[in-house]
């Protein structure tokens, strides 16, 4: 039975001075209106460039991120893969609006797809849709209001087009990443397309289903017939979804139903039955579990022993981000699962409005916050202990 409370294992990779600096910013993660107050100075130096954002980038920056390119990110790679943890680089740009930003994204996605042909230990490439589109167009993609439909829906296509297939030479495999919901139903029509076309023999191309939604089991199901009238194999990243509040106020606001599970239960309810479907057809669907959540994560490794899954197969993958849930990781990974870190990265001035917006969205960063630093708190004592 695997165990998550092993902080000699989960923390091995970390000096205790890193770790000393990790339990202060938890400790600001954890209270809210702090890290309000921390987050605008964070977003103010960086603007700014003012000389103190080399303590951002000291502190913050480099708890969660990999490193300011693809370059300084593959040290951190090579770190994680001592301990059997493998990475999953993202190119943490967003709000590209002008031709030349996408294209500049695009170019980096390419080098992010070549990078782990060569470097064993990538274990998938990645792809935001609105870092190669923009948030307003993929709007209206999918309300099909208000501009010329067809070019901007066919840029969009060729765009994943053009990353997939050269995921597909490669033989890497590509998750593309979920959104709001508002752009989510043009996304998945683009990402089904290409796994139809791509998953044939490997699993090429995975799409993000967020269990946070009372229609994904239905919507998972769909797929599955689909794929399997179709001829293809399907590829999912299952996580509950990080924009619970903005979701619930939209709905609100727009005066239709919410498209979220009314309370936590629900939720956790519909990832774990995900989990099960998926399990049950692993012959036909591959998964990704991009979850912080203990009881999910135990609950996956009993559905892999239950119906007779190796550890190691290389169907199933679990994954936390850069900098949390190493507890869960490398206790996985040193039980021989196969385990991957979602590891942010770009330049510091454009990597941090991502990752505090990221925070600023998900309501649940308090929670984990705090258990993140109970358990720093805790391998320091015994760090201590010893050297008494
Ligand atoms: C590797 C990785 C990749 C990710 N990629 C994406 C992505 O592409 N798109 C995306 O949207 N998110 C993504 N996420 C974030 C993810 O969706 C969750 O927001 C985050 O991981 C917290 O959920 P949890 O399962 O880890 O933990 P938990 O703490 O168990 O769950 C918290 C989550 O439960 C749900 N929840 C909380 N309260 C309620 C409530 N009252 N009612 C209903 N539901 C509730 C919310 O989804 C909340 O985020 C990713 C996470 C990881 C680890």
């Known amino acids: 039975m695997i165990f998550f409370e092993n902080t000699e294992i989960a923390f091995a990779n970390k000096s205790t001075s890193s770790l000393r600096r990790a339990l202060w910013l938890f400790r600001i993660l954890q209270i809210g209106p702090l890290y309000v107050f921390w ?11 003012l000389p103190v954002s080399w303590i951002v980038k000291r502190t913050y920056f480099k708890q969660f991120c990999g490193g300011t390119s693809l370059d300084e990110s593959v040290l951190t790679v090579v770190k994680l893969a001592k301990y059997n943890v493998k990475s999953i680089l993202d190119y943490s740009v967003e709000g590209n609006k002008s031709i030349d ?46 501009i010329d439909i067809s070019r901007n829906t066919n840029v969009f296509r060729e765009r994943v087009e053009e990353l997939c297939w050269k995921a597909y030479e490669k033989k890497i495999s590509i998750m593309i990443d979920a959104e709001d919901v508002v752009f989510q139903d043009f996304i998945d029509e683009t990402v089904t397309e290409m796994m139809e076309k791509f998953n044939r023999d ?4 995975y799409n993000t289903i967020q269990m946070y939604r009372t229609d994904r089991l239905e919507y998972l199901n769909k797929c599955l017939e689909r794929a399997v009238s ?32 009314p309370d936590k239960d629900s939720t956790d309810r519909a990832y774990n039955q995900a989990l099960g479907f998926c399990v049950y057809n692993i012959d036909k669907i591959s998964i990704l579990a991009g979850t912080h ?19 190691n197969d290389s169907r199933i993958y ?31 001035n454009k990597v941090i409005p991502y990752l505090i917006r990221s925070a600023n969205e998900n309501s649940s960063i308090a929670a984990q916050a705090s258990r993140e630093r109970s358990l720093i708190a805790t391998e320091l004592k015994r760090r201590k202990k010893i050297k008494l």
């Open 39 to 49: 987050s605008k100075l964070m977003g103010f130096c960086v603007k700014y460039r």
């Open 202 to 205: 490997k699993i090429i191309v």
């Open 230 to 261: 179709k001829g293809y194999k399907l590829g999912f990243k299952l996580v509950r979804g990080a924009f619970m509040e903005k979701e619930r106020a939209r709905a609100l606001q727009m005066n239709y139903s919410s498209p979220i599970w």
């Open 318 to 348: 679990f994954a936390q981000l850069y900098g949390m849930g190493d507890h869960i990781s490398f206790n996985l990974a040193c039980e021989g699962y196969n385990v991957a870190k979602y590891i942010p990265y770009g330049p510091i």
């Open 101 to 146: 930003e996408i294209r500049k994204t695009m170019d980096e996605s390419v080098r992010g797809i070549e990078l782990p042909a060569c470097c064993a230990n990538i274990a998938f490439a990645v792809l935001k849709p609105s870092a190669i589109c923009g948030e307003d167009i993929l709007s209206r993609l999918n309300s099909n209001n208000g």
């Open 293 to 311: 959540n203990e009881e999910s994560c135990f609950f996956l490794t009993e559905l892999m022993k239950k119906n007779g899954v190796a550890k």
